[in-house]
């Protein structure tokens, strides 16, 4: 059994979270503000499909990617030479989340909500969630989106509409929060994927000390500017 959240009170412990499901917190609450702020300071995050409850994971072990430790290949940096591409930041933040929600090939639904766009979108107005966008031809054709604390980041889905385009949209992010001294990427759980930029596991302890330490670094608030990005 797994608590459910009434309104103001307060997570149960990471290690009370079941390891089958490998993760699953709590149920219920709400997607406020101050609750998605208290649960990524606190290494949770929501997942859950339209009709059902709020669910609260904290997976052990945690899949996670160091800025330092990105790892590009040569074909996909031949790509990223050729700069078709335009990145955009913030730019349209919605339209991310949008088609990251749309079904895709051997999926019958999406976790990604009406319910959890408006709450994200939210997060955004405030400064909190980003979209990292890759144009071309002045069309959106891949990107991501995520919330930061700190010196943290926390991937929660990209999607692409062309060959490689949320691969940019990831590599040149990365580049950047190494740039900005941001220490770790959360990116939840493992793909292989993420593994091939040099992603990896992390016991959920070492997950939660190196967050704890790295959410007491400065804000990046507001509205983001990557360094080869014009200034709107």
Known sequence: MIPWLVPHAPFPPLETALATPNGLLAAGGELSPDRLIEAYRSGIFPWFNEGEPILWWSPDPRMVILPSELRVSRSLNKILKKRDYEIRVDHAFSRVMQACAAPRKGQSGTWI?????????????????????????????????????????????????R??????????????????????????????????????????????????????????????????????
């Open 113 to 161: 909500n009406p319910e959890m766009i408006s709450a994200y979108t939210v997060l955004h107005e405030i400064g909190l969630a980003h979209s990292v966008e890759t144009w071309m031809d002045d069309e959106l054709v891949g990107g991501l989106y995520g919330v930061s604390q700190g010196g943290m980041f926390f991937g929660e889905s990209m999607f692409s509409h």
């Open 163 to 232: 060959p490689n385009a949320s691969k940019i949209a990831f590599v040149q992010m990365m580049r950047q929060l190494q740039r900005w001294g941001f220490g770790m990427v959360d990116c939840q759980m493992k793909t292989a994927h993420l593994a091939s930029f040099g992603a990896r596991e992390i016991p959920r302890i070492e997950f939660s000390q190196r967050l704890a330490e790295l959410i007491g670094h400065p804000d990046r608030g507001g509205e983001w500017h990557f360094d080869d990005q014009p200034v709107e």
